[in-house]
């Protein structure tokens, strides 16, 4: 999941793990609302679901170690024998790439790299299927980012796991992902599979993300560029959101709102100018 900051990318995945409650709307998962689980039911679905928070300075209690930290969902699931959640938490070290003497180290001790790794060990204690990662490297230097997201793609594969991941960067996202929904002002824009998406991206907006990506000579990769900001959420502008910012906009944009649309082969768009009324690209003329 992709989209600029403050476009509603982690409100979707809190409310998805029931972290906060949305007024309206349903989370569905295996086809059971999460919204109307009760606390034993929302207790048994939270083994499944698991998140890796952004930040973690601020997502791992100060006072506790990294035994206490990763061991600490197997206690409030019933896990009563010490020994076992000890074994456990040191399998999980050596998963994530920490040792054993990392025990019984606070989070300070540890370098923002490590604190992340500490993260998603104990995302991972209770062998979830699906783990929400919002902006998990974001925080981190560059120079771990590489480290944190080869980590992360091997455990996906080694323990199966289905991830949320939520960026605003569409470079990170590609290493990751297989299918990738582009958000804006708290709307999927765009839904693709990762290749038909970089390759022939359908929503000026998606255009937009790519053309930020800076390349190896220091240019943009084409596409178009965004200026301005979103508008007020609370203020939404009548027909398509984007319209302030995007250079195709026509007038049929500022009248009706464009449905997310199938624009061939699975590949979802928002979109006045896509589909049977448009001519799948957007016109020259409005590029960069
Ligand atoms: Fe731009 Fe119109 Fe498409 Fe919205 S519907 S993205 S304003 S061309």
């Known amino acids: 999941m992709v989209g600029e900051s403050g476009c509603g990318k982690s409100t979707l995945a809190h409310s998805i793990l029931r972290l906060i409650r949305p007024d309206s709307g349903s989370a569905r998962y295996r086809g059971r609302d999460i919204l109307s689980l009760n606390r034993t039911e929302l207790l ?38 010490e020994a076992s959640i000890r074994e456990m938490v040191v399998k999980l070290l050596c998963e994530v790439g920490l040792d054993a003497d990392c025990l019984h180290r606070f989070p300070h001790e540890f370098s923002g790299g490590q604190r992340q790794r500490i993260g998603i060990a104990r995302a991972l204690i209770l062998n979830p299927e699906f783990v929400v990662c919002d902006e998990p490297v974001s925080a981190l230097d560059v120079s771990v980012r590489a480290q944190v997201l080869n980590l992360m793609r091997s455990l996906q594969i080694s323990k199966k796991l289905t991830y949320l991941f939520i960026s605003h960067d569409l470079s990170v996202v590609k290493h990751i992902s297989d299918r990738i929904a582009v958000m804006y ?45 979103a508008p007020d959420a609370y203020q939404r502008p009548s027909g398509c959101c984007f319209r302030n910012r995007c250079p195709a906009a026509e007038l049929v944009c500022k009248i009706e709102e464009p449905e997310l649309k199938d624009v061939g082969h699975g590949h979802m768009a928002a979109c006045h100018l896509q589909g049977p009324r448009g001519d799948e690209s957007v016109p020259s003329a409005a590029m960069v």
């Open 185 to 229: 002002m708290g709307k999927i824009v765009e839904l693709a599979d990762k290749w038909r998406l970089y390759a022939n991206p359908a929503h000026p907006y998606t255009k937009g993300l790519l053309g930020a990506i800076p390349s190896l000579q220091g240019r943009r990769r084409g596409g178009i560029s965004l200026s301005g900001d």
């Open 44 to 81: 048994e679905m939270r083994r499944k679901m698991q998140i890796v928070f952004q930040d973690p300075y601020s997502s791992l209690a100060p006072h506790m170690t990294a035994e206490k930290l990763i061991g600490d969902p197997l206690r409030v699931h019933g896990c009563r024998s």
